[in-house]
Every structure is written in C-alpha cells, then in structure tokens.
C-alpha cells in the first residue's frame, strides 16, 4: 500500500529509533546504538529483504548525513545535530547531486559565499534522500569554484533555516515510499560555526563517506535478492504444472540454485568491506567491488524471480515485482556501477 500511494513511513521510523536503529555506528554516548559496519550490513540486509524503501532510509540518515556529522564535524556539532539524528528525534539527508552534477561533482553549481560571520549559499540540490523530510541537512557547495572539486566545502543545514526550499518530491519507479526531493537555496545565510570540517576538504570528506555508504548500498541490493529467491523458493514448491511443482523441473532448480550462489558470493564481498573497514584497513576497492556485484546481482535475481512466478510475477499483487522495481536504484545510486568499475581499476592499476 506504502509503495502504491507513496506513502513516508513515518510510524516505521519512530520504531525503528525506539531499537536504536537511526544510529547504529554512533557511540552510545551519542545516542546511538555503539555497532560496527558488520552490523549495519547485516541490519540493512534484513530489512531489505522485506521493505527496500525502508531500508534506503535507514542506509541513507545512517552512512550519509549521521555519519557525515560524526566523522567530520567538530564537539558541539556531534553534540547539537549528531545526537538528535541518531536517537531518531530527527531525520537526515545528504546533499551531493545537482541537475548538472551527478558522477560528475566538478560541475557543481550551489556556491557558498563568506559574508562577515555568515556563509551565503545560493544554488540546488537534486535526487535528495529524505529531502521533504529530513530536520538536519548536510550540504555540499563550491567555496573556492576556481578549484573546482578541491574547492568544496560541506555545511550542516538545519529545516527551519530561511533560504531553504523544499522542492519537488519525485515520483520514482522503485523505494516509492522512500521520500525523494529537490532542494532550492535563496540567500541561504549560515553562521560560520555551520562549515563542517576544514574548508575546502568536503569533496574529499564525501568521498570517505560515499564509500562507507556503499556497502549500505550492497548491504540492501543483497536484501532485496534474497528476498526475491526465498519468495520464488515458496512459490516454486506451491505452484503446479503439468502434474508436479515448479520446483520439480530442472530449469526451476538451475534458476534457484544460481540464485543462492551468487547471493552468498555477494555476502562474503560485502562482510569483506565491512570486516576491512571496522579494522581501519583500505576499503575502498573492496566496498566498490561488494556494492557492484551485490547490486547488479539484484537486478538479475529479481528479475529471474519474476520468470519463475511467471505472469503473477508481473502483477502488483507479487512482492517480487517490487523487489525488481526498487533494485534498480541499487546499480545507480551512491555511485553507478560504471563509477564503480572506474574505482576499482585506478586501485587495481596505481
């Protein structure tokens, strides 16, 4: 129903910080839960399985906007926005991509000015996860535009701030009930103390947190594939034809059977990333190679789980045609699969 009328799941996200799920990185002294990347994939993964939208929300406000906030920000920022974040008071997002910047973040046009004690920010934002409905923004804006990249900077944005304007909420083909937004800032004034981290160094800080949230990302792609193949397990030992179950025929059993490998292949990639990361090892190939097999592994798995369940997979009234529609963004979202290939041959040929 959430999925159809693109409905924010509100009631979920309140529960969800009660098990301290909106901070599941954060030191308990932080308000969050005091886990490891291991047990952020593994979370990711089981709520993926059944709910991808749900899942992108949790992934999002935790390895993006929280973690931004935590990792770069100074004491009294972790103290005033960290803590509402990871207790769940407050949702996150993270601003990255613009309509004239994708993969590319060079191309960035929102610039920050510094005005006597205030930063100035005029521009956009694009494609924002939580972007309606987040209270804690975290963006990206030129501080230096002759630099290009090496002249980012991030800056921590609260909802009520005069100059921000929520946009259009976009109508996706999957994670519908995942709330999706443009954002808009006019004459945006910020008080100096809002720049996070050093100036200058936020393309660089993104950088570090895109490739934790890639293995949130692979950590999903995997939810959503296993899902598919348990569904398609229970409807292949249901279903009927020509005197004997789907799960019979040899050409079932070949489908499933490269399901469950390519699954637990995905698994053992991801585990890797999140193992390399939580013992402060490079990651960064390792979470590209886990976030681009697991995700491009979904589209296929979700796929073939629509084949097995036939023209019901086609309908709305199969979960596996959900799981299909929302494993597309996994291939394109916090770095396509084609940026990924692009990471993964630099660190293979440096």
């Known amino acids: ?32 839960a005091d886990l490891d990347a291991m047990a952020l994939a593994i979370i990711l993964e089981e709520i993926a399985c059944v709910d991808g939208a749900v899942a992108l929300i949790v992934a999002s406000h935790n390895s993006l906007c929280t973690s931004h906030l ?44 510094l005005s006597g004690d205030e930063w100035v920010i005029n521009g956009g934002k694009l494609f924002i996860t939580q972007g309606s409905t987040a209270g ?39 994670v519908r009930s995942s709330d999706t937004a443009a954002l808009h800032f006019e004459n945006l004034h910020l008080p100096k103390e809002h720049l996070i981290g050093k100036l200058n160094q936020g393309y660089e ?48 059993q070949a489908k499933l059977s490269e399901m469950a490998t390519e699954i637990e292949a995905a698994r053992l990639l991801l585990y890797e990333a999140a193992w390399l990361k939580d013992n402060k090892k490079p990651y960064l190939r390792a979470a590209s190679e886990a976030k681009l097999f697991a995700s491009e592994l979904a589209s296929r798995v979700t796929n073939q789980a629509i084949q097995i369940h036939g023209g019901l997979g086609f309908m709305k009234e199969t979960e596996v045609e959900r799981f299909f529609r929302d494993a597309k963004l996994c291939e394109i979202g916090e770095g396509t699969s084609e940026i990924q290939r692009k990471i993964i041959a630099k660190t293979l040929l440096q």
């Open 70 to 113: 935590y990792q770069f920000g100074n004491d009294a920022q972790r103290k005033k926005y960290v803590v509402p974040l990871a207790k769940g008071e407050k949702l996150g997002a993270w601003g990255l991509t613009e309509p004239a910047s994708g993969s590319d973040a060079a191309a960035m046009e929102t610039i920050a000015v």
């Open 136 to 174: 804690i923004y975290v963006i990206m804006a030129k501080t230096d535009p002759e630099k290009g990249r090496k002249g980012i900077s991030a800056f921590v944005v609260e909802r009520e701030t005069p100059g921000l304007i929520i946009g259009k909420v976009e109508k996706k083909l999957g």
């Open 1 to 32: 129903m959430r999925d159809e009328t693109c409905t924010f799941p509100h009631e979920i996200v309140t529960k969800m910080a009660a098990l301290h799920l909106m901070g599941i990185t954060i030191p308990e002294t932080d308000g969050g």
């Open 205 to 252: 800080n993104a950088l570090d947190i895109l490739a934790g949230g890639r293995i949130g990302i692979g950590a999903m792609a995997l939810g959503l594939a296993r899902g598919a193949m348990e569904r398609s397990i229970l409807y292949a030992k249901t279903r009927t034809q020509f005197g004997k179950t789907l799960s019979r025929f040899q050409a079932i």
